[in-house]
């Protein structure tokens, strides 16, 4: 299990680590970004960005459940989150870079 943080010092990590990942993707070329085979499963950096997106984006609503009291259901077990990743994939795969880029800056703002 990870290290617990209190808020202030998980947020300080999280800026921290997006700013080597900004400053890592500012070495790209448009033409790196979406090069497949950056992982074993073929994505290339765009698809991993837009997999990071929709994660935040799932997470945002949980997050906004749970403050309405309700329970944030995702709808799918552990077990099936390799299925969940693929359905990211195949949702995101065809979208222009610069569609994924301004939801990774954007949601990442959030």
């Known amino acids: 299990m990870g290290k617990r943080l209190r808020k202030q010092e998980l947020l300080n990590e999280i800026q921290l680590e997006r700013t080597a990942l900004d400053d890592t993707l500012a070495l790209l070329t448009p033409r790196q ?10 994505w290339s950096v765009k698809d991993v960005l837009a997999h990071l997106v929709e994660w935040q984006q799932m997470n945002l ?20 989150l390799p299925r969940l990743n693929e359905m990211i994939y195949r ?20």
Do not use: C, I, N
């Open 91 to 110: 949702k995101h795969h065809r979208r222009p870079l610069q569609a994924v880029l301004l939801d990774y800056k954007s949601y990442h703002e959030r």
């Open 33 to 42: 970004m979406t090069r497949a085979g950056v992982t074993r499963g073929g």
């Open 61 to 80: 609503k949980w997050y906004a459940a749970g403050l309405r009291g309700e329970k944030p259901a995702p709808g799918f077990t552990l077990r099936e």
